[in-house]
């Protein structure tokens, strides 16, 4: 069980630690919590989950500034409703569009949904909600932070709009990406391209042109102008970029390009659906994206290669890759366990893409194989030890 504490703010208004966080200011509750909601809200949304009542305050924002709402509720205990109706005299708990939150099962994509930081850290990592939420925070935060760049570069790719045509061989699959483990494994992926469609993130194709790999397709998604770093003017084959990457790089590339569209961006769905094209779940990063693209061609059997989403040592990324870098706030990483069973360390985003593949790789047909000795064990995957096989 969780420990609720009441105290009372600098100006007499009630606030409240669980776990020993303060979930809202010692200060000015209220004012903290209008502040927060005024920046957070999307006004044009009409149905919307918070995530924890506590004494209310992100409730009776939503009820007392927004009509015509419907508002459903995430309880973080057993206790967390008696917590509320004793210190909240308001009853907006009883308003025919306020309800509990049902299941994770019944989640409705369409609401948007209220985490406020200081909830998620004072559950912590045992709450059987605490990841499902903190991939939540994690791609809203991200989406925040680049919304502006996104609708520009959206703005700017749709003007190379062409239709995706589905190709498919009879070749498996190697997804590369440009974990450390692929120092270890791109030797053998080079003796053996032939017998593979190559599906390259940006990152790694300075890696694999380093060693003489020329990949079928490579895939961006970032939005951000470093993405112009992954641009190589010797791979000239077909680039497949997210609708909201970095038009810049998009640009710049030499070969032949053609755009993909992401659910849960509203742009990218009212064009794909008014052009008739298919929608990819994007998982948050660039190999999540990639394995939707691959599966949706129909492959049998897939390779992954660099695909750590771990570390065994303090570098994060395959020397060459332009990704690459040093690892510096040690008290932010996470254990989980390598492909050889031993305990390797990541961080809550890599963290985050390992629980979407997991599920993805629970539900998809095809047979994956992971080549990464020291990265994280992924659910339905078989270790393909490249350094035993000719």
Known sequence: MMNWHIEKAKNEQKTVKLNDIYLYSKYNPQRDVEKFMTTEVDTTNKKFILVGLGLGYHLDYLVEHLENIEVQYILLDEQEKEVYLEHNTKKYLQ?????????VEAFNEQAQIIIPQSFLRAIGHNHPLF?????????QVSYRRFKEQMIENFSENIKLFTPLLKITTSKKAALVASGPSLNNTISWLQKH???????????????????QIMPTAVFMTDAQPTMLEQIDMRYNGILYFLST????????????????????????????????????ETGGS???????????????????????????EMQTHAMGSTSGKEIKKYNQLLDVVANDHTIIRTTPNLLSYKRWFD???????????????????????TFFDTTLKS
């Open 95 to 103: 308003l025919p569009n306020v309800h509990a939150f049902k299941s």
């Open 131 to 139: 990841e499902f939420i903190e991939d939540i925070k994690i791609r």
């Open 193 to 211: 391209q032939q017998e593979f469609d190559i599906y390259c993130v940006g990152s790694a194709l300075k890696v694999l042109l380093a060693h």
């Open 245 to 280: 990457a970095n038009y810049q790089a998009v640009s710049e590339h030499p070969g032949e390009k053609q755009i993909l569209f992401q659910k849960g961006f509203t742009r990218a769905e009212k064009f794909a659906k008014q052009y008739e094209q298919p929608l990819f």
């Open 286 to 312: 660039v190999a999540t994206t990639t394995f939707s693209y691959i599966e949706w061609l129909g492959y049998k059997e897939l390779y992954l290669f660099g695909q750590d989403l771990g570390f065994s």
């Open 359 to 381: 599920q993805a790789f629970s539900k998809t047909t095809m047979k994956i194989f992971n080549t990464s000795e020291k990265g994280a064990k992924l659910k339905n995957t």
